[in-house]
């Protein structure tokens, strides 16, 4: 029985073991997301991030990558940084924006989480089209290998929510199709 829960409202209130962050390569920080988190975590979330080794030049990251600090002032074990395409900068960003969540996912299951709670990575910024990216985002949360997980995701305004519950209905429906 796979969990998956949508809240609409902001990731930093999320209790649970680790939290996504929508980040940057460089990992040092943002606006978005990326801003709420720092601040809520404080400053010893940006040392984490600077212990990080850079793969090469500044890019701690490398796009649909995604890294795991402690997350500093908040209730949550862990901080994990995910990097998300850029629509339209990036070649092949569904596959770019399925990898970020699933090496989100993965290095969750690697550190013993129970749940972990997901923003919608590069729907911001980056410009990723809403129903596009809750396709992508719910698939591969419904993966079997993450069955064990509790996964939240936490949607910021009641339009992304509504786009991410439609998919989730969609997805139970394709589901009872092939029964
Ligand atoms: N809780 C949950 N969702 C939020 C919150 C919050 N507190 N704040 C914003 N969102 P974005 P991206 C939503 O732009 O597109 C940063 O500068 C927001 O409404 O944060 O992946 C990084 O440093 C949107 O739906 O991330 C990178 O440079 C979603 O989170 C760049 O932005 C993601 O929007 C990453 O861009």
Redesign the pocket.
Known sequence: MDTIKIIQ?????ASVDAIV????S?M??????????HR?AGPDLLEACKKIKPKMEGIRCPVGEARITPAGNLTAKYVIH???P?YSFDKNPENLLASAYQNSLDLAVSHGCVSIAF??????????P?QNAAKIAVSVCKRPEYKALIIYF????QE?AAIWMDEMDNTKNIQKDRL
């Open positions: 409202g902001d990731i930093t209130k962050n929508a980040a940057n460089q040092l920080g943002g606006g978005g997301v990326d801003g709420a988190i809520a995910a990097v998300g850029r923003p919608a990575i590069s729907c911001g910024v980056y410009g990723y809403l936490y949607l910021f305004s992304i």
